[in-house]
């Protein structure tokens, strides 16, 4: 009975130091990555749609902003709801991160929709993102890490592959005696 008590005292005093607020002010260079990750958020999803008008999807617009849209909101409603404190004591809205939120769902919708080529520069991105929260004392890792899975939750439901017109599909692959052009249709 001794132990499961000290155990607990351990991990409650663990919390406790986890918990407390770093006013320090930021230095230069950290304000600097704050913003950064603030316009890469912004970025990311705007990049998405760029995509989206580029490759004339329509359904992809669509699922882009609905996905967005659902995030975000998710992201909001939950910092009314939960109220924790920010690392820095600025405010009780820690709880996730809404910046991380926007960057990605954007993330989220690149890869589902067209592959991890897209999506894993999006994904870095998003990192990026998650990383400047948190050494900007906003967000704690597990804020943006929960913004992250709410995303790709949203991604994983609403997120359909894209279909190429006609059902062509073409790739090229390089081979040790050259190089060959693959040719599919679909149907």
């Not at 882009?64 to 009314?80: F, I, S």
């Not at 050494?135 to 894209?162: C, E, K, M």
Request: glycine share 6%.
């Amino acid at each position: 009975m001794k132990r499961i008590l000290c155990l607990c005292f351990l991990v409650v005093a663990g919390q406790a130091q986890a918990f407390t607020v770093n006013d320090t002010p930021l230095t230069s260079t950290q304000k600097n990555i704050e913003t950064a990750g603030t316009a890469v958020a912004i970025a990311v999803p705007l990049v998405a749609a760029a995509i989206a008008w580029r490759r004339h999807d329509r359904v992809g617009l669509a699922q882009l902003t609905a996905e967005t849209v659902l995030t975000v909101g998710t992201a909001y409603a939950l910092k009314n709801i939960v109220r924790e404190e920010r690392p820095n004591g600025s405010g009780n809205n820690s709880f996730p991160s809404d910046t991380t939120a926007l960057s990605a769902s954007g993330s989220s919708f690149l890869w589902g929709r067209y592959g991890w080529e897209y999506g894993l520069p999006a994904f870095a991105a998003t990192q990026f993102v998650s990383y400047s929260r948190v050494q900007a004392r906003q967000h704690r890792w597990y804020d943006t890490l929960a913004s992250s899975a709410i995303a790709a939750g949203y991604g994983y439901v609403l997120t359909t592959p894209f279909k190429k017109r006609y059902n062509v599909d073409t790739s090229l692959a390089v081979s040790p005696d050259g190089a060959y052009l693959k040719l599919a249709w679909n149907w």
